[in-house]
């Protein structure tokens, strides 16, 4: 059974860092890529980052690229997202989500949440003063 657990979110002030968790279980990462999506209040999820299940591909949503990072850890099979110099509009319920799909596949619509078969249950990050 796959399963995705998110951790890291809270309160933070603007310009500030948070380092979000994702730990996988029930498949390995050599195998899934993981995605990175987020969803505010009223809004639709809008993907976020993306990391090939070879680790060696990452990809970024405009408004995030130069501040967030993607990385893994394969031995703890998980996946984090740094965010650094946060703003208020990056406040929302982050998700990570994963599909079996190849990274060929995958790759061409990484932000489209109708690629990904697996989700986690959220963290809510919020940046304010």
């Known amino acids: 059974q796959v399963q995705l657990v998110e951790s890291g979110g809270g309160l933070v002030q603007p310009g500030g860092s948070l380092r979000l968790s994702c730990a996988v279980s029930?498949?390995?990462?050599?195998?899934?890529?993981i995605g990175w999506f987020r969803q505010a209040p009223g809004k639709e999820r809008e993907g976020v980052s993306y990391i090939s299940s070879s680790g060696g591909i990452t990809m970024y949503t405009d408004s995030v690229r130069g501040r967030f990072t993607v990385s893994r850890d394969k031995a703890k099979n998980t996946v984090y997202l740094q965010m650094n110099n946060l703003k208020p509009e990056d406040t929302a319920v982050y998700y990570c989500?994963?599909?079996?799909?190849?990274?060929?596949?995958?790759?061409?619509?990484?932000?489209?949440?109708?690629?990904?078969?697996?989700w986690g249950q959220g963290t809510q990050v919020t940046v304010s003063l």
């Open positions: 989500a994963t599909s079996p799909k190849s990274t060929l596949l995958l790759l061409s619509r990484w932000a489209a949440s109708r690629s990904y078969d697996y």
């Open positions: 029930g498949v390995t990462l050599d195998s899934y890529g």
